[in-house]
Structure formats: structure tokens, C-alpha cells
């Protein structure tokens, strides 16, 4: 009787352990599919936010429509990029500014380079300055926007732009701040002092886009 008994007693402890393994397992593998289901639908959503957006125009009538065309960029990329880490906006307009003179330099209109980059790859399109050097030119984009994202991707990976990662990565938001880590594009020595009067006139005297 006793034997019978324990016989039992093992015979639903065992059905007890297989029941709730079963039991883990389904609930392990409805887990696992809700959470499939989820990461499908945040990377269709994504998709579906990128194709929505198209590259802007790039317009230059004046400062206020060339500070509204490189928001639009700004915008544009980090809407349709999915890594990027955005720089400081007041900083990078300024300088979008000094380095094409509002968008009309030579190399701003015929090369789309907003920023001055420079290659030294001259197997890579670009266009010679007028010293002509032999070692490097400057890069040429299809479109205004493709020198924005190189930009970013500069600022963001340069070793040149340790400190400027570190005071973002701190959280300062004064842009005047992050002048004095711009060394590597300062060629020449007023570079910062004309940085600077144009971030303060970026606040004084014109509408700054808004990013979304």
C-alpha cells in the first residue's frame, strides 16, 4: 500500500515538473515571438519614417534661407539615419556659415561643400583652391546635405574632437563653449574670434529652425 502510495505521489510530482516545464516553455516562447513581433514593427515603423522623408532643396536667397536650408539637412539626417549622434546645431550652423561665406563660396556653389572638407585622396572628386596644392582639394558632394552628414560624421568620430565629445557627452549646451575644441579647422588665427561673432549673431538677428 505504501509502495502504491509513493508510486502515486512520484507518478504527479512528475507530472507536476513536466507540466510546468511545458508550461515555462510556451510562455518562454510567446515572450520570445511578442517580442519579434515588436522589434518587426519598430524596424517597418523606421522604414516607413524614412521613406517618408525626401532630401530638401537647398536654397541660398539670403542667410535666413541658407540657416533654414542647413536645418533642413540637419533634419533630413537625423530623421533617415538610424546611428547618428547629433552634434551641437549652433555650432555646426556657424560654422556651415564661416566656412562657405553664407553659402556662397566658390567651392559651396560648385562643390556643395559646406564645410570646407578637404580630401586627400585626389582619386575622390574635389576642387584645388587657388594656392593649388599638390597634396589634397577639396571634396565635392552631390548634393549640400551629403557635406552636413560628413560633417557629423567628422565631429563625431575625429580624434581631432575629443574634447568637443566630452563636453557634449557632459551636457554643455553653451555653443560658445565648444569653440576653443575646433582647433584641427582653425587655419588661421581670427578663426575663432569670427566663429564666436557669428554664433552671436545667429541669436541676435536671425530665426533658428527647430529639429525634429
Given at each position: 500500500?505504501?509502495?502504491?502510495?509513493?508510486?502515486?505521489?512520484?507518478?504527479?510530482?512528475?507530472?507536476?515538473?513536466?507540466?510546468?516545464?511545458?508550461?515555462?516553455?510556451?510562455?518562454?516562447?510567446?515572450?520570445?515571438?511578442?517580442?519579434?513581433?515588436?522589434?518587426?514593427?519598430?524596424?517597418?515603423?523606421?522604414?516607413?519614417?524614412?521613406?517618408?522623408?525626401?532630401?530638401?532643396?537647398?536654397?541660398?536667397e539670403?542667410?535666413?534661407?541658407?540657416?533654414?536650408?542647413?536645418?533642413?539637412?540637419?533634419?533630413?539626417?537625423?530623421?533617415?539615419?538610424?546611428?547618428?549622434?547629433?552634434?551641437?546645431?549652433?555650432i555646426?550652423?556657424?560654422?556651415?556659415?564661416?566656412?562657405?561665406?553664407?553659402?556662397?563660396?566658390?567651392?559651396?556653389?560648385?562643390?556643395?561643400?559646406?564645410?570646407?572638407?578637404?580630401?586627400?585622396?585626389?582619386?575622390?572628386?574635389?576642387?584645388?583652391?587657388?594656392?593649388?596644392?599638390?597634396?589634397?582639394?577639396?571634396?565635392?558632394?552631390?548634393?549640400?546635405?551629403?557635406?552636413?552628414?560628413?560633417?557629423?560624421?567628422i565631429?563625431?568620430?575625429?580624434?581631432?574632437?575629443?574634447?568637443?565629445?566630452?563636453?557634449?557627452?557632459?551636457?554643455?549646451?553653451?555653443?560658445?563653449?565648444y569653440?576653443?575644441?575646433?582647433?584641427?579647422?582653425?587655419?588661421?588665427?581670427?578663426?575663432?574670434?569670427?566663429?564666436?561673432?557669428?554664433?552671436?549673431?545667429?541669436?541676435?538677428?536671425?530665426?533658428?529652425?527647430?529639429?525634429?
Open positions: 500500500m505504501i509502495k502504491t502510495f509513493k508510486t502515486v505521489v512520484y507518478t504527479l510530482m512528475t507530472v507536476f515538473v513536466i507540466g510546468t516545464a511545458i508550461g515555462i516553455w510556451y510562455a518562454y516562447a510567446d515572450t520570445k515571438q511578442e517580442k519579434v513581433e515588436l522589434e518587426t514593427q519598430e524596424i517597418v515603423e523606421t522604414l516607413e519614417k524614412i521613406i517618408s522623408v525626401t532630401r530638401p532643396d537647398f536654397e541660398r539670403n542667410n535666413q534661407t541658407f540657416i533654414n536650408s542647413v536645418g533642413a539637412c540637419v533634419n533630413y539626417i537625423y530623421n533617415t539615419t538610424t546611428d547618428v549622434i547629433p552634434v551641437n546645431f549652433e555646426l550652423l556657424a560654422q556651415a556659415a564661416l566656412e562657405s561665406g553664407w553659402g556662397n563660396s566658390r567651392f559651396s556653389l560648385e562643390g556643395k561643400n559646406l564645410f570646407g572638407i578637404r580630401t586627400y585622396d585626389l582619386r575622390e572628386p574635389h576642387m584645388l583652391p587657388s594656392n593649388n596644392p599638390k597634396k589634397w582639394g577639396v571634396r565635392v558632394y552631390q548634393h549640400e546635405c551629403d557635406s552636413v552628414q560628413h560633417y557629423i560624421d565631429i563625431n568620430n575625429g580624434s581631432a574632437y575629443d574634447k568637443y565629445r566630452e563636453l557634449r557627452d557632459n551636457d554643455v549646451e553653451d555653443s560658445l563653449q569653440v576653443e575644441t575646433l582647433g584641427a579647422y582653425a587655419a588661421y588665427k581670427k578663426y575663432f574670434p569670427k566663429l564666436r561673432s557669428i554664433i552671436k549673431k545667429l541669436r541676435e538677428e536671425y530665426d533658428i529652425p527647430q529639429l525634429n
